[in-house]
């Protein structure tokens, strides 16, 4: 008889349950505007659609570190755009997309049978990440409840997926230096890091917060939001050199290597910042017209100071309650508790979706209300 496979034990992945308010929601005359997820509807810059072409025609294994101009372009954006400096680029590894990494990163790191902390409202793979590794997961936002424990690894994300808040320099150095004194490793998940609007975010690995030492810090960058690049799954870890060198070693055995042509798309990317600039500037327009159409509506947004999303909760309704009427009018959102228990009177409205469609869905908010 055949042995069935073990396959970790995970939660229902979370956007299959909105099957139901999406098809409602496609019913309406005008049409769905669906800003339930962060994925980019914006067209590539041409520049990096010619950046990846230049490298289509080499046939061989692309190298697991990246070529060295993508390692340096990411230093140089680091320094340029965020302030952070001090960075070897032998310390810069590419990553498959941001995912991925969120999702092994326990377990390259050898978490099993440790614990990992993850902010109590939290992008749900950090959690599908600690299951995988055979790790505890704790959600809490504050350290000072966690006692003397001393986790394997803890996860800081500023500006949140999905609030939108940003966490301070003093708050940030505290988490560093509480976890240095235990032996634990900061992960701090900085993928919104470029979409700052009432504050700017300010990166773990910048001076203020690190000191200028990165040592048990890693930091996870994304080009999905800032360059549109989520189809070409292109992100970045960087931090610790001796941690990223041990990541590199097992993505060699596993064969996590992200594609030549990607790695020079990355490049030109992170070494341009006017089209980051003007998808910033079209993500601002954008969260402008939805907030006000929100909140003209009864709704009222929280945090949301920084990053891709509106934290908005409607009176204090349930989040599914919320749902239901945002599908009635043909939008589609995330309610909070697909990020945890604490979300339930809250739902994630994204920015992403055309003019067109923000149009559309904030004249509904502007009528219907």
């Not at 500006?159 to 939108?164: F, L």
């Not at 055995?253 to 500037?281: C, F, N, S, W, Y």
Request: some cysteine; aromatic content about 6%; charged content about 20%.
């Amino acid at each position: 008889m055949t042995a069935i496979p073990r396959f970790p034990d995970l939660p229902d992945f979370p956007w299959d349950a909105l099957a139901g308010h999406a098809e409602r929601a496609r019913e309406h005359p005008g049409g769905v505007v669906d800003l339930s997820i962060g994925t980019p509807v914006d067209p590539v810059s041409p520049l990096i659609q010619a950046a990846l072409a230049t490298a289509s025609e080499i046939p061989g294994y692309p190298t697991t570190h990246g070529i060295p101009e993508l390692r340096e372009a990411a230093v140089a954006a680091l320094a340029r755009r965020h302030g952070v400096t001090g960075i070897d680029p032998a310390a810069v590894l590419p990553t498959i997309g941001s995912k991925e990494l969120v999702a092994w990163l326990p377990t390259l790191l050898g978490a099993r049978g440790g614990t990992v902390v993850i902010p109590e409202l939290a992008y749900p793979t950090y959690e599908v990440g600690a299951r995988l590794a055979g790790a505890t997961v704790v959600r809490s936002d504050s350290l000072v409840a966690l006692g003397p424990a001393a986790p394997a690894l803890v996860w800081v994300n500023s500006p949140s997926n999905p609030t939108g808040r940003v966490l301070p320099v003093e708050h940030l150095r505290k988490v560093v230096d509480w976890a240095r004194e235990r032996g634990t490793i900061v992960v701090s998940d900085e993928c919104y890091l470029t979409l700052g609007w009432e504050t700017e975010p300010v990166s773990v690995l910048h001076p203020s917060v690190s000191g200028g030492d990165p040592t048990g810090i890693l930091s996870v960058h994304s080009l999905s939001k800032s360059s549109s690049l989520a189809g070409y799954r292109a992100g970045f870890v960087t931090g610790d050199p001796a941690l990223v060198k041990g990541l590199l070693e097992v993505r060699k055995h596993a064969g996590l290597i992200v594609p030549r042509p990607v790695q020079a798309a990355m490049t030109a990317a992170l070494a341009d910042d006017t089209h980051v600039a003007e998808q910033k500037a079209r993500f601002a327009a954008r969260r402008a017209a939805l907030r006000a159409a929100l909140e003209a509506a009864g709704f009222t947004i929280d945090h949301s100071e920084a990053g891709l999303y509106l934290w908005s909760t409607r009176a204090g309704e349930s989040a599914w309650a919320t749902l239901d009427w945002l599908a009635q009018r043909g939008i589609l959102a995330a309610p909070g508790t697909f990020y945890g228990p604490t979300g339930g009177t809250h739902v994630r409205i994204a920015l992403t979706a055309t003019d067109e469609r923000i149009t559309a869905a904030a004249e509904r908010l502007h009528t219907d209300h």
